[in-house]
């Protein structure tokens, strides 16, 4: 039969996989627990659609996953061994036709195999009808979780004999092949992407497209087109988890990669929001430590590895003061401190610098007249002879707000009830 094991052959490819079993285990286990104790399931492979009564078995080879459903609800999770990548586990609809207890293996040309401990169909058979596969145990638990047989499906005996058990002959089985999973972290509800390694080579879904499928299934902006792309990179052919960010705003801006909850905190990125107050963010390789304009940030870490800091922490950091809220729907909406000319918000984009704060020179210019010139020599702002401290953030001119406020004879108050910056004309 096409699903004979042969020892030899599988030496070789269970030292080259043993690596991708080490990162597939441990997720295995705490799926199958989570979903059995609390119907928390994964947005799923194969078009998502379950039937909405009876019993459904959906496998995922690039997962090496197989999902048990009755009447639409996830059941659990079990983790399985899948064909070889020279004997692979066949793709489509099937129906479980036969169940045995305790089979007889029947190989090509070789003599049967009665029941025991060195027959590889382990305790249960449960056979895939038009074809000679089936799903069963194994009398080599080790193999689970890769692609370990001549094509059938493997399960540890206990989770066969289980599954065996609850499932009835006249089942359907979906078995496809999907790279890409969304799952909830059974720890804090947050999304998260698995990308699984390309067992078979079919080669991995392009991150353009992934960001596509994200926002077809409403979730826009949840993961950064450059962190998935910098991630897939990183991840060379082994399993990925890439936490999804929920919704998040600043000021009505989309923050990318959203938020995510942790130690009873919000974290966000820190790039995509320093880099919006005009700040420069590095990874210093000899402190191992981020950076913002040359200050370490405390607390800046996160398993995905992007760079994220709690909001707590983040106003700190950026020396400007925020407020924030998770709306009724998960949204988190922040504010940051605004300049305003009377009742009229002139820009959000501040920067602190020392007990003061830096604009940048067009908000100056264009709505507040003040007529400067960047300077480079002097690295000052050049207004009518004189100069006006400044800076150059994230390639843009900035000019000190105090010497601007008094320039123009503008009263400068702040509101930090509202987060408001205040420039009012003398009277």
């Known amino acids: ?34 979903a059995e104790a609390a119907g928390v ?92 596969y089936g799903i069963h145990g194994t009398n080599a638990p080790w193999t689970i979780g890769l692609p370990s047989s001549g094509g059938c499906i493997r399960l540890v005996n206990a989770d066969a004999e289980e599954l065996f058990e609850r499932v009835k002959v006249g089942t359907p089985v979906r078995i496809v092949y999907e790279t890409v999973e969304v799952v909830e972290d059974e720890r804090t509800g947050d999304e998260t992407l698995l990308v699984w390694a390309d067992i078979y080579g079919r080669g991995q879904e392009p ?25 897939l990179a990183r991840a060379d052919g082994y399993p990925l988890r890439l936490p999804l960010g929920r919704p998040a705003e600043l000021n009505g801006w989309t923050i990318p990669g959203g938020y995510i909850r942790g130690d009873g905190s919000l974290w966000v990125q820190i790039r995509p929001l320093a880099e919006n107050f005009g700040r420069e963010v590095v990874w210093d390789a000899q402190d191992h430590v981020v950076k913002i304009d040359g200050r370490a940030v405390p607390g800046a870490a996160w398993p995905d590895g992007r760079w994220r800091v709690k909001l707590e922490d983040l106003q700190g950091i950026l020396g400007l003061p925020l407020a924030w809220e998770v709306d009724d729907s998960g949204r988190l909406q922040v504010s940051s401190l605004g300049l305003f000319l009377d009742d009229r918000l002139l820009t959000r984009q501040i920067v602190a610098s020392g007990d003061d704060f830096l604009i940048p020179l067009r908000v100056a210019n264009g709505d507040l007249g003040l007529g400067g010139i960047w300077d480079f020599r002097q690295g000052a702002v050049a207004v009518g002879g004189d100069y006006l ?39």
Do not use: H
């Open 1 to 34: 039969m096409g699903w004979a094991d042969d020892g030899q052959r599988f030496g070789l490819a269970l030292v080259f996989f043993i690596l991708f079993s080490f990162f597939t285990a441990a997720f295995g286990s705490a799926q199958g627990e989570a």
């Open 41 to 132: 399931g994964p947005i799923l492979p194969g078009g998502g659609t379950v039937p909405p009564k009876g019993q459904y078995l959906l496998l995922n080879i690039a997962s090496t996953t197989l999902y048990f459903f009755e009447d639409g609800r996830l059941i659990k999770c079990y983790k399985i061994g899948v064909g070889r990548t020279f004997e692979q586990t066949p793709l489509g609809d099937f129906k479980v036709v036969v169940k045995q207890i305790n089979p007889t293996w029947y190989p090509k040309g070789r003599k049967p195999v009665p029941p025991g401990p060195a027959n590889p169909l382990g305790t249960r058979w449960m056979g895939l009808g038009g074809t000679d």
């Open 207 to 231: 991150p353009e497209v992934i960001i596509a499928e994200l926002e077809q299934a409403g979730r826009p902006g949840a993961v950064r087109l450059e962190d998935l792309r910098e991630a």
């Open 389 to 427: 401290p400044g800076a150059i953030q994230e390639f843009e001119p900035y000019v000190r707000l105090g010497p601007v406020a008094a320039r123009l004879r503008l009263r400068l108050s702040r509101d930090d009830a509202r987060l408001r910056l205040i420039l009012s004309k003398d009277r």
